[in-house]
């Protein structure tokens, strides 16, 4: 009986001591079992990559300015569809400065950065102003700094490969990817075998029934006259746009009254009308489609399909570069793609409902070198179609 007992003692003195050992144990560690487990299973992580931590530092500091100021002259579609998203998905609110083209546009920077105004945050425009008027005037800075995201720096899911339209300060990065040739036709007045070549245009019996963006400014009109002067060369495109002179085309630079006016069939041609504007009319049933002619055609940006960054201090400088970043994504194409009517640059977006607009593979890209040849094509236009603008 006393054999046991002590026994019974011992096992006890034995079970207590262990307990105190575990006790000790955990006041040496500072932190239980459960605790020590999650602590390790953290520190097992990998490390975020620089990027992303300079990414989420970012959008922290564009939630705390609140917004960007965007000056385009893009749609209300386009305008509301990114406002939507954007907030959405960052809580930074954008606001729109709109023009009504690209002159405008450069007009307005200039005149505020005269003033000592910097209000702008990012541009959204066209190639050929971006190149050939603003940056002349010194209104840009280079995006390439401001490129954040390897999903908006990859080349390869870019059209023809490439980030930006300009060589050199890279001030310029397409959004849209257009196939154009410039022409198109009301569908009810125009058949599709009776325009199959830019000679087809000078036909008689579309005299007084061409309605043409003015090629003496910015706009689709200086890209006709442009790419004809590529195609054919300077001497046989002056030829060509005095005999389109003799057809009596109606000039004009808005662009919604040129759409509006082939959709209702005042006229049966157009000529340089950007096909956002035709898109608009057609996808609630307007006889418009777009002319395929045999001498080809462009990869165009699509009008203001693109966008710049303001030179100098910026207003909402991390706003400013989220929104770029974000705009150059594969969800910030397929909004802005859906919204502005045209295939995205970025190959991996779907083309559904523009498939028109698609390119074919090695077409010829419009970019920075061919948009030196837009300030001489207007003052060609001028000089030749001078007596339709009175």
Not at 37 to 64: D, F, M, S, V, Y
Not at 330 to 358: I, M, N, Y
Request: charge should be neutral; proline fraction near 5%.
């Amino acid at each position: 009986m006393m054999k046991s007992v002590l026994c019974l003692a011992t096992a006890i003195v034995i079970l207590l001591g262990a307990v105190l050992s575990g006790c000790t144990a955990r006041q040496e560690t500072g932190a239980p079992p459960a605790q020590a487990t999650e602590a390790a299973r953290a520190g097992a992580l990998p490390a975020k990559e620089g990027w992303q931590a300079e990414w989420e530092a970012l959008r922290a500091a564009a939630k705390k300015e609140g917004t960007a100021t965007v000056y385009t002259s893009w749609t209300a579609e386009v305008r509301i569809a990114l406002r939507k998203k954007f907030e959405e998905d960052f809580g930074v609110g954008l606001e729109f400065a709109t023009v009504s083209g690209g002159q405008e546009l450069a007009a307005k920077l200039e005149k505020e950065r005269s003033a000592g105004l910097l209000l702008a945050d990012v541009i959204g425009t066209g190639l050929n102003t971006a190149t050939t008027v603003m940056k002349p005037m010194g209104l840009l800075g280079s995006l390439e700094p401001v490129l954040l995201l390897p999903e908006a720096k990859d080349t390869k899911v870019r059209a023809g490969g490439r980030l930006f339209l300009d060589t050199e300060q890279k001030y310029y990065m397409p959004l849209a990817a257009s196939f154009d040739s410039f022409l198109s036709r009301n569908s009810e007045l125009v058949k599709d075998a009776e325009l199959k070549a830019y000679a087809d245009v000078l036909d008689p019996k579309w005299k007084g029934r061409i309605i043409m963006n003015d090629p003496t400014h910015i706009g689709g009109g200086n890209n006709f006259v442009t790419m004809i002067r590529q195609l054919w060369g300077t001497d046989k495109a002056r030829d060509y746009l005095r005999q389109l002179t003799t057809m009596e085309p109606f000039l004009s630079r808005d662009y919604r009254l040129q759409a509006e006016w082939l959709a209702r069939g005042k006229g049966a041609v157009g000529i340089g009308i950007p096909q956002g504007q035709l898109m608009t009319f057609q996808k609630v049933g307007a006889p418009i489609a777009f002319v395929k002619v045999k001498e080809g055609g462009t990869i165009t940006a699509g009008g203001p399909g693109g966008i710049s960054l303001p030179a100098g201090k910026l207003p909402h400088p991390n706003a400013s570069k989220v929104f770029i970043n974000w705009m150059l994504t594969k969800e910030g194409q397929t909004v802005f793609s859906k919204a502005f009517l045209q295939p995205a640059w970025r190959l991996d977006v779907s083309t559904e409902g523009f498939e028109d607009l698609v390119a074919p593979p090695g077409a010829t890209i419009a970019d920075e070198e061919s948009g030196q040849l837009h300030a001489e094509s207007r003052e060609i236009a001028a000089q030749i179609m001078a007596a339709l603008l009175k």
